[in-house]
């Protein structure tokens, strides 16, 4: 197996792990938005769902880099 090859498996294993941790993120971001939201805290809420937009582009852009080294 070849360095370049080796490299782009530790990558991926790599970038798996730091998607699912991102994707736990979204999550807990997501609940306690709508927890802001049900409390009446609309400015809060608002700004954690810009932080879970955020996290979802930075996902598609994970699974984006994963793809290429796939391949």
Same mark, same amino acid.
């Not at 939201?37 to 954690?48: C, I």
């Given at each position: 197996?070849?360095?370049?090859?080796?490299?782009?498996?530790?990558?991926?294993?790599?970038? $798996?792990?730091?998607?699912?941790?991102?994707?736990?993120?979204?999550?807990?971001?997501?609940?306690?938005?709508?927890?802001?939201?049900?409390?009446?805290?609309?400015? $809060?809420?608002?700004?954690?769902?810009?932080?879970?937009?955020?996290?979802? $582009?930075?996902?598609?852009?994970?699974?984006?880099?994963?793809?290429?080294?796939?391949?």
């Amino acid at each position: 197996m070849s360095d370049q090859s080796n490299a782009g498996e530790e990558s991926i294993a790599e970038l $798996s792990s730091v998607a699912f941790q991102i994707e736990d993120l979204i999550s807990r971001v997501t609940e306690t938005a709508k927890s802001l939201e049900a409390a009446g805290l609309e400015s $809060s809420a608002h700004e954690l769902y810009e932080v879970e937009r955020s996290l979802l $582009s930075a996902s598609r852009r994970l699974r984006r880099a994963k793809s290429e080294l796939k391949s």
